[in-house]
């Protein structure tokens, strides 16, 4: 979910539009000059669609999370506005990391700034690995020092770039998994982080048994003996780092498992 925070002074010409608290926690202490939007929603959870996303979403949101409409408003559909009032910006950095979840919301955002059809230069930060760090999963488990190295990595997106990403949106909506595993075919240039994310969620399709990938996974480490909630998440993490769910995410998939009768809705976890 999404607001937006004047870090600097207000004539700074560039937004960077950042993947989270983490990352803007971090990011505060850089000293990288510009105005923030910190993107929160999770675009790839719960359902989506071509009109009206915002309400479908806010709906989804409350119904799963409790979170209510205005809060909603205030912090995402506000603030997701601003992006049609950008002539203040002579660029925009999108700082966005790998996986499933920032994959998909980089997609809409792009999607967005293509429709507004500025000419303002778009920049890419999007990293999958990190020197140093052979577990590195994100960006706001980086130092500021560290997070400021990445600054000069930025990649300018064409309009080719978003044109892709779009066409990528609107299959993501659909949901055809084989028009999407027709379209992993192709060439996707600077968006080749894209590629993995997308083919990541097709293994989120359910199986003949009605489990996807997720759920077998975290079944397998329950029918291994784990009954540790934390365990499970972090030994979930270390190997399917690609689809980026969070504790709350996970807690879900639990919950479909053990509706769908593949966890007894007796089991304790620890």
């Given at each position: 979910?999404?607001?937006?925070?004047?870090?600097?002074?207000?004539?700074?010409?560039?937004?960077?539009?950042?993947?989270?608290?983490?990352?803007?926690?971090?990011?505060?202490?850089?000293?990288?000059?510009?105005?923030?939007?910190?993107?929160?929603?999770?675009?790839?959870?719960?359902?989506?669609?071509?009109?009206?996303?915002?309400?479908?979403?806010?709906?989804?949101?409350?119904?799963?999370?409790?979170?209510?409409?205005?809060?909603?408003?205030?912090?995402?559909?506000?603030?997701?506005?601003?992006?049609?009032?950008?002539?203040?910006?002579?660029?925009?950095?999108?700082?966005?990391?790998?996986?499933?979840?920032?994959?998909?919301?980089?997609?809409?955002?792009?999607?967005?700034?293509?429709?507004?059809?500025?000419?303002?230069?778009?920049?890419?930060?999007?990293?999958?690995?990190?020197?140093?760090?052979?577990?590195?999963?994100?960006?706001?488990?980086?130092?500021?020092?560290?997070?400021?190295?990445?600054?000069?990595?930025?990649?300018?997106?064409?309009?080719?770039?978003?044109?892709?990403?779009?066409?990528?949106?609107?299959?993501?909506?659909?949901?055809?998994?084989?028009?999407?595993?027709?379209?992993?075919?192709?060439?996707?240039?600077?968006?080749?982080?894209?590629?993995?994310?997308?083919?990541?969620?097709?293994?989120?399709?359910?199986?003949?048994?009605?489990?996807?990938?997720?759920?077998?996974?975290?079944?397998?480490?329950?029918?291994?003996?784990?009954?540790?909630?934390?365990?499970?998440?972090?030994?979930?993490?270390?190997?399917?780092?690609?689809?980026?769910?969070?504790?709350?995410?996970?807690?879900?998939?639990?919950?479909?498992?053990?509706?769908?009768?593949?966890?007894?809705?007796d089991f304790a976890f620890t």
């Amino acid at each position: 979910m999404g607001f937006l925070i004047n870090l600097t002074c207000m004539n700074s010409k560039t937004l960077h539009v950042l993947n989270g608290d983490a990352t803007m926690n971090v990011f505060k202490e850089t000293e990288i000059s510009g105005d923030i939007l910190i993107w929160r929603e999770i675009l790839s959870e719960g359902p989506v669609t071509k009109n009206s996303l915002f309400q479908l979403r806010s709906k989804w949101i409350y119904e799963t999370f409790g979170e209510n409409y205005d809060s909603y408003k205030e912090k995402v559909i506000n603030e997701v506005n601003k992006l049609n009032s950008l002539t203040e910006y002579d660029q925009i950095i999108l700082w966005f990391e790998y996986d499933l979840v920032c994959q998909i919301n980089l997609i809409f955002v792009l999607a967005t700034l293509k429709n507004i059809n500025y000419e303002i230069p778009i920049y890419l930060i999007c990293p999958d690995k990190f020197d140093g760090l052979p577990n590195f999963r994100g960006l706001g488990e980086l130092s500021p020092t560290q997070l400021k190295k990445l600054l000069p990595t930025k990649i300018k997106l064409s309009l080719v770039d978003l044109d892709l990403a779009a066409k990528a949106w609107d299959l993501y909506i659909e949901n055809d998994s084989t028009r999407i595993t027709t379209f992993l075919k192709g060439d996707f240039g600077k968006l080749a982080l894209l590629k993995k994310a997308l083919a990541a969620h097709l293994m989120r399709s359910e199986k003949s048994n009605g489990l996807n990938h997720i759920h077998e996974v975290l079944l397998g480490f329950i029918n291994a003996g784990m009954t540790n909630k934390s365990e499970i998440y972090e030994k979930f993490w270390a190997q399917e780092s690609i689809f980026g769910l969070g504790d709350l995410q996970l807690d879900l998939a639990l919950n479909e498992i053990q509706k769908k009768g593949f966890i007894s809705k007796d089991f304790a976890f620890t």
